[in-house]
């Protein structure tokens, strides 16, 4: 299948939560990260997220560099990403600052009842926000139909940005092509606290396990980066499996979220 080259990125608690259980956004990352990500952000084509990230944090997913931006505007892009929603059901706050910032428009996929809800939603929306479209990925919506459609669209970087039921859905699909990982250094110790991915059937198992590629401290923030990896466990001996084997150690390749989103 073309698809886009797929990146997940993830701040989270050390026992895996992505949040905890109040109101207010709980900060999970540092400054020397958030800058990161917006590198990261700003060599991506698009940047995806789910309904209840929408709702959760209401997140404007901008590059927030102006020099950034100006860069991207050097390359001939928009000094922002393509924004993409995945949601079940279609429903959505259209006067969400995902929808009303930004220059590049934005992607709604649903599928069944959901169409026509996202689409109704979208309607009233003012004449001045960036266009937004809804697009059929099937019901319920795979990772599969999403990725085919960006593909279409001239996508050939997505970044993948939560929460737990989109990473779930691309992991367990074998379509990300590699993982960033930001562990903050405290517990959230919550039972009701949202994770970073859900039980499911995952490819990446203790037969088939993914390679770490990078592994590095930002501050008090551990990075992690795996890339899933095929080869058998004679051959990962073989070819060795620390960090940085695929010359990527010390870089600092960057990833992440924003601190606003």
Request: net charge negative; aromatic share 4%; proline share 7%.
């Amino acid at each position: 299948m073309d698809r886009p080259h797929t990146i997940l990125s993830c701040a989270m608690s050390v026992d895996g939560r992505i949040d905890d259980t109040t109101p207010e956004r709980l900060r999970l990352s540092n400054e020397a990260d958030f800058a990161e990500v917006d590198e990261l952000r700003a060599g991506c084509d698009a940047i995806l997220v789910g309904a209840g990230t929408l709702r959760a944090d209401n997140p404007r997913l901008l590059v927030r560099s102006p020099a950034l931006r100006a860069r991207r505007r050097g390359e001939g892009r928009t000094e922002n990403l393509l924004k993409v929603l995945v949601t079940r059901s279609g429903e959505f706050d259209p006067r969400a600052r995902f929808f009303s910032t930004g220059d590049a428009g934005a992607v709604v996929y649903t599928g069944g009842p959901g169409v026509d809800a996202a689409r109704a939603g979208l309607s009233g929306r003012p004449a001045s926000d960036p266009p937004a479209e809804v697009v059929d990925a099937g019901s319920p919506p795979t990772a599969e139909a999403v990725l085919a459609d960006l593909a279409n669209r001239g996508v050939g970087r997505l970044l993948v940005e939560g929460g737990g039921h989109i990473h779930t859905m691309f992991l367990t699909s074998g379509l990300v092509d590699e993982i960033r990982l930001a562990v903050a250094p405290f517990f959230v110790g919550e039972e009701d606290a949202p994770r970073f991915v859900l039980p499911g059937a995952y490819p990446y198992s203790s037969a088939a396990p993914m390679r770490l590629v990078e592994a590095r401290a930002l501050g008090d923030v551990a990075v992690l980066r795996y890339r899933p990896d095929n080869r058998g466990p004679q051959e990962r001996e073989a070819g060795g499996g620390r960090a940085g084997t695929d010359g990527s150690a010390g870089t600092g390749v960057p990833r992440t979220r924003g601190e606003d989103r």
